[in-house]
């Protein structure tokens, strides 16, 4: 079955540098990955969708890349800030339009 | 606010009860979807409605009823559930299931199962 793993459960950085959160999937080839972001107790918010032929995306200071070959993807959030804190969610879409999730990275920005 | 809304977002029952979760959203969309989020637990996909039709039951048991009157209105009916049916309910919804949008998702109801 298809499996997507987020690198860890909790991401500590200080304010002003940038946070990388990585995504691996197993099992699957998906043509598009998208990441969400989560605040507690609230229902995930859309950021950033990328398809397999892009490198990479970016908006405003968040920036995702796809690599097809490392079946990975990388979601970096540069000059962090504390309002960043929140759970950062990947998913892959299949040709219906399901969303797999993975179980989320938990990021602290410390000021 | 995301465009879909979801009521109630406590809801406490026993394993005899029957309640209901509903989730509306007003973007037009013609997907809907039901999804249940436990600790430490990627979010699980339960059922997808498009256009009022069901096209996805991801093996959920049969005291989870949904049900889709139309495409802005989408329902979650529970009965004798178990404690561990104990989640965070999200509904989302998307353009059209069969393309790759992205989905909004609702703030979620928080159920408790005593």
């Known amino acids: 079955s298809q499996k997507i793993e987020q690198n860890s459960e909790a991401l500590n950085i200080q304010e002003g540098k940038t946070a990388t959160l990585t995504c691996n999937y197993t099992?699957?080839?998906?043509?598009?990955l998208q990441w969400y972001r989560q605040d507690p107790g609230r229902g995930p918010v859309f950021l950033l969708l990328?398809?397999?032929?892009?490198k990479e995306k970016r908006k405003e200071r968040l920036k995702v890349t796809f690599d097809t070959t490392l079946k990975q993807s990388l979601f970096h959030i540069t000059a962090s800030q504390p309002a960043d804190s929140a759970t950062y969610l990947c998913?892959?879409?299949?040709?219906?339009?399901?969303?797999?999730f993975g179980t989320g990275t938990s990021l602290t920005v410390i000021p | 606010e995301t465009g879909v809304t979801q009521t109630p977002r406590h809801l406490v029952m026993g394993m005899t009860n029957k309640k209901s979760l509903k989730c509306e959203q007003h973007?037009?969309?013609?997907?809907m979807y039901w999804y249940k989020q436990s600790a430490k637990k990627p979010l699980e996909l339960m059922f997808v409605?498009?256009?009022?039709?069901?096209?996805e039951n991801n093996s959920v048991p049969s005291r989870f009823s949904p049900e889709c009157p139309n495409s802005s209105h989408l329902f979650l009916h529970l009965h004798t559930l178990q404690p561990e049916d104990s989640a965070l309910y999200l509904c989302?919804?998307?353009?059209?299931?069969?393309?790759?949008?992205?989905?909004?998702f609702g703030q979620g109801t928080r159920l408790t199962v005593v």
């Open positions: 989302a919804s998307s353009q059209d299931h069969r393309l790759n949008t992205e989905a909004f």
């Open positions: 099992n699957y080839s998906p043509a598009y």
């Open positions: 990328i398809r397999e032929n892009e």
């Open positions: 998913a892959f879409t299949n040709t219906g339009n399901q969303f797999y």
């Open positions: 973007l037009g969309h013609n997907a």
């Open positions: 409605y498009s256009l009022e039709e069901r096209v």
